[in-house]
């Protein structure tokens, strides 16, 4: 009876582990940076330069992002990436409603990642759409390298925030695939499901 008492206690503890929501660090309103919408050129040097500006300050609380994004272009992301990495001050990112192969790039390279409960998480391997363009043969070639080592970039980036290898975050994402925000913190792209997006 003790032993059946104290099973049944075990899970219960564990379920209520399994779902108790995180709460944010004390994040001042002026450390944000939204991430919101198409992540272009010109918004991810609005961004690295609002993280840059922050990271100079000696206000030693952390920086906080918030990303809710259908992805955009990934060298814009990438560079967004490669500055979050190399900040002074700790990084926390919030992915709420929809986050999108580039903006789930920025989520992971958080120092702690936090996702809103009913936000949604996709990636799928790149994709460039060109229009008007009539490669010769080796240009495609050359072109085709190109895109081989982008989609190398960012398997490399997930790998170092996931913990999973390249090899293996190249085989598990061939094709777009959605996570819940419980099954994106399963697969290491992020941290904690949070209590509030304040």
Sequence with gaps: MIKK???????????????????LPVIAPERWVEVSGEI???????????????????????????????????????AVCDVIKNLKHEVITVGIGQIVSGGVLILSSGTKRYLSKHSMVMLHPPSLAIRDWEPSFSEFQEFSQTLIKIENQMYSVL??????????????????????????????LADELLESVR
């Design 159 to 188: 790998a170092e925030n996931t913990g999973k290898t390249a090899a293996e975050i190249k085989e598990e994402f061939q094709k777009e695939k959605w996570f819940t925000a419980e099954e994106a913190i399963a697969n290491g």
């Design 40 to 78: 272009t050129q010109e918004s991810a040097h609005t961004i690295v330069k609002s993280l840059l500006d922050l990271d100079a300050k000696t206000d030693p609380s952390p920086i906080g992002i918030r990303i809710s994004s259908p992805g955009g272009s990934l060298f814009a992301v990438l």
């Design 5 to 23: 008492c104290l099973s049944v206690g075990a899970v219960i503890i564990f379920v209520a582990t399994l779902n108790a929501w995180a709460k």
